[in-house]
């Protein structure tokens, strides 16, 4: 049985200027120890996914239908102080923005107290600081900090924080959801790094979350490739990145530059589409050099082929 | 640095901006005073028709040097020259032509374009501004630049609110905004970080076919290594406010030299398992505070490589040949 | 249309509706109402009839052939008080529009200058500002209108002083915070001076929030003007006046007559309250709140 499941799911956002499909209909798995990326452009969906899980969406979303199965339960159905226990504790999340976890009038120290007092732990102050000073030099970061605040530290440094906090409670799954945008390169490399120790250290699985392909590349077993609202590939990362089936994948692969490759670039045609009125049939398909009658009609379901799920009439 | 075939255009000599910091009062009584050095002694040059890529990471003074050459910050010393003449003793109609030709596209299209005002208007508006033309003409140079970025129809784009457009049209946009005027130098702040990937790739192009087309120069700003190597011709690479290495892309790309280089060259996320660098240069740390730089060397608390030299004395960039540039006590003379 | 979801679309159709109602009878109502408004008489067949004072609503008047009725009534003098009802709020919506266009654009301007050129005249323009804020509008006004003394220009740039300072202040901080965005750098590099920045690429961000602000020192103004002519500051009489004729009618309400200062004082209110819901309203439309995409 998967850690997790998302089946079928769809949500929607109410706005002022109409209603835009965030997700339709979208299904993924991911096992015990998997590290599973999931790639999109802004429209994607792929945020929308990461906050559906842990059914953290803001009050003007509304999910449509499908299920989240973790362990089997599905998170959709229940009430919020069970979702409460879940979250932090089985399922934790990790932001691109450091201040989406860290309160910056806190100190550190109190932010672990604080999640261990919410769920229940029964530290005594010694054993909280003992704690986290250990998850903390797990990170790389130095067990003093505990006492500062979060303004106090560098990007690298409140980046790991979060991602200890995340930890913190051993949760069986961490979600993180672009945490290396808005981080310098070297420091970036750290993170991916790190990330990498935690999945041996922790043996937890990860949903990652990104749109850069390259992080993927270093880190997933598999990738999720998602335009639109809709998943267009999924597949073993090393199998999709060699050979990719979905020509937004190919596209995707070869708009972006690559150091002694070829100074040419292929861009790919044409913007996101407008979430509000997606093109009918499938949704890449005014971009698509393959396009035709059957793609502008048609929407084309996530087939298999071979271990790859791809979502094209022509793959 | 200089190549005798290629009229200079842009010249930085020793170019240094230090802002002042707030100061605590025992710092206020005692006299001393703190600086930020934002940019401590950047040389280099753009000839017509060439592209130079700026890198480094936040602190570097990378967008201090594009915000001093397009004239938003004033130098602590040093000099801006463009075609031979200091920028900074223009008087009021000199600097007005200068400003027509140099002109920057900001890194972030979401606030660097006016919300309120119609997408058409905003390009429109340097020509208004310096009085160029019939109200009839600047239109016209108006629909001829969005045409020029690929926004077609321009008479559609021209009607539209930055709000109704995606982050790449905006981008494209700005980059209208800044040819309206037929600048020889664009400064370009890292102008596709904050675009969607498949858009990036989209603006890359443009600005290449812009160099191709109109002769544009460049000084293009970035931390993305991939992207400089895409679109440069040079590459200059930064770190606390200095150039620590300088070449052609080739050179700097396939031979880095500088531990920084290397380490930037190596934390690259490829999707090919191996990176262009034999061995990836792994520094400690972060990037230190800028009001406490180390003495020597700036990277040497960082550097796997640092030596008693490294501790004292700031090298210098030395040319390790045709033209390669790198500051390292590792390939200083003697 | 579709049905009003959010209180400040609620709030917006009320306001409009109230407001309409209240402006197209100040515009229209001399036509409605065909009473004695200043005097106590009215020409039937070009003879002076008087009327008796302190009717009570629904009187009806027999004049030769013709019954004359009294909506709301007549006051001591005998005068219409639906007719002055309909003229006094020509006058006072016309007083709370001119002070509002010339604070606005005063305040505005003042605003736009303050925050852009910033230094010593910013200082010295925020610190006056910030003192005439800090006293009551009402207050302010009084001082001059006794100073400028009486008529329509006169009360109404009166009125007008008292709310510059809230336009001053928000134009003053949009500019503030919008003067140094990467679009108005983008504009100084293309050569642009201060004032076609101010102008053309500042102010355009500083309409919504004006706008907003705009019905609300309406309705305030409206206030401001009752309250003078209520403490006789305000337009001499005959003239007909909603605060004026509150004050009088506070006389005779406890002897009976309710109707003379009641309905004046309903005037005000709804007035009052259609301009504020409106205000309420466009300010939701004009200002989304962040969290809404």
Redesign the interface.
Known sequence: MSLLEVRDLKVSYTTRRGRIEALSGVSLALGEGEVVGVVGESGSGKSTLGQAILRLLPRYAHIEGGEVLFQGRNLLELEEDEMREIRGREIAMVFQDPYSSLNPVMRIIDHFSELYEEHGAGYTREEAAKLAGDILEKMGVPREKLLEYPHQMSGGQRQRVAIALGLALNPRLLIADEITTALDALVEAQIVDLLKEVRHTFKTSILFITHNMGLVAQLADKVTVMYAGKIVEFGNTRDVISSPLHPYTKALLASVPRIGGSKELQPIPGDPPDMRSPPPGCRFHPRCPLATEKCRSEEPPLKLKGDRLVACHYA | MSHATMHKLLSLIDLKVYFPVKRTIGEVLSGRRRFLKAVDGVSFEIGKGEILALVGESGSGKTTVARTVVGLVKPTSGKVLYEGKDIFSLNGEELRRYRRRVQMVFQDPAVSLNPRLRVGVQVKYPLDVNNIGTPEERKERAFKALEAVGLTPPEEFYRRYPHQLSGGQRQRVAIARALVLEPELLIADEPISNIDVSARAQVLTLLKELRRRMGLSMLYITHDLSSAWAIADRVAVMYLGKIVEYGTVEQVFSEPLHPYTRALLGSVPSITPQQMLAVRVALKGEVPNALDLPPGCRLNPRCPFASEACRVSEPLLVDVGGGHLVACHLYSKG | MRRPKTFGEWSLLTGGVLTGIVVVLAVFGQYLAQGNVTSSYIYVDSRPVEVPPLLPPLSQVKVGEETRVFYLGTDQLGRDVLGRLLAGARFVLAVALLSTLISGIVGTLLGLISGYTGGLLDRALSVTMDSLYSLPGLIIAIALAALLGTGLWNISMAIAVAYIPSYFRMVRGNVLSLKN???V?????????PL?ITV??IL??T?PSIASLLPITFADAIITEAGLSFLGLGIEPPTPDWGFDLNKGRQFFLAGYWWIGVFPGLAIVVSVLGFLLLGEGLNEILN?KR???
């Not at chain 3, 750098?185 to 001076?193: F, H, Q, V, W």
């Open positions: 965005m990467p679009f750098e983008a504009a100084r590099i293309s050569g642009a001076g076609s053309r690429q355009p961000n309409f989304p969290w809404e995409i």
